[in-house]
């Protein structure tokens, strides 16, 4: 596996690689980003991966100095997938200088769910993702279904910014027991591991009793809070909404989406199903 950190070296040695894949990562590689890499690699000719904990989407009481990194296991993951190069910026080189310019998302689909409890979350994740995109020049590009709202947004800012880049949606990859993986689940006590799949399996109930034919979002919603709550879980947010831009259903909407986000412990979880 080839690795370049520098913007320069990256474009050189990408150019000429047929059709490029980027599979975008903060690091500390689980088996749901292997399974991404893997993915992409039925997409293109090169996979691509990118290594950046991206300041820029940390809030200032966020995990940002927490976050882990484990940049040797992780490159021993990629070359065993087979991903052909890895561009690892460090923060000098993403942001040569402070980025003034910025990406700003619509605050109608930024600044809900995830956004109205991470003020400038999706600023920073769609300005880090268009400048891999312009280093990189991927024709496409592949992210997971877990951070829904994320893919949304990256989605729109693709087609408003008429990006040359396919977007590649992957499901969300789950331990046996219902948990999504994420590397904040690292940070789960084993206690709170066992107990860590109950957000899963509530919105999983949500998504059943809404194919039965309950349309009472609220109240389901409002069962859910409060089953996770009385178990010593904060939530911030369990919602049902239109897939298509995260709004609340209205009657006809078929196409819908089960959305949480709740602390248990030290660890902020988030998760979703499709209905
Ligand atoms: O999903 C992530 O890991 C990050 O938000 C991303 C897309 C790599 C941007 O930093």
Redesign the pocket.
Known sequence: MQITSTIADTRAALKHRGRVVLV???GNLHDGHIALMREAAKHGDTVVASI?V?RL?FGPREDFDEYPRTFAADCARLEAVGVAHLFAPDEAAMYPQPQRYHVDPDPAQAGILEGAFRPGHFRG?AT??LKLFHIVRPDAAL?GKK?YQ?LMVLRNMTRELALPVEIVAHETVRAENGLALSSRNGFLAPEERIEAPRLYRALTRIRDAIRGGDRDFARLEGEAVAELDGRGWKTDYVAVRRQADLQTPSDGDEALVVLGASRLGQPRLIDNVEV
């Open positions: 975008p990562t903060m950046f991206n989407q994740v880090v993702v992210f951070d994320q």
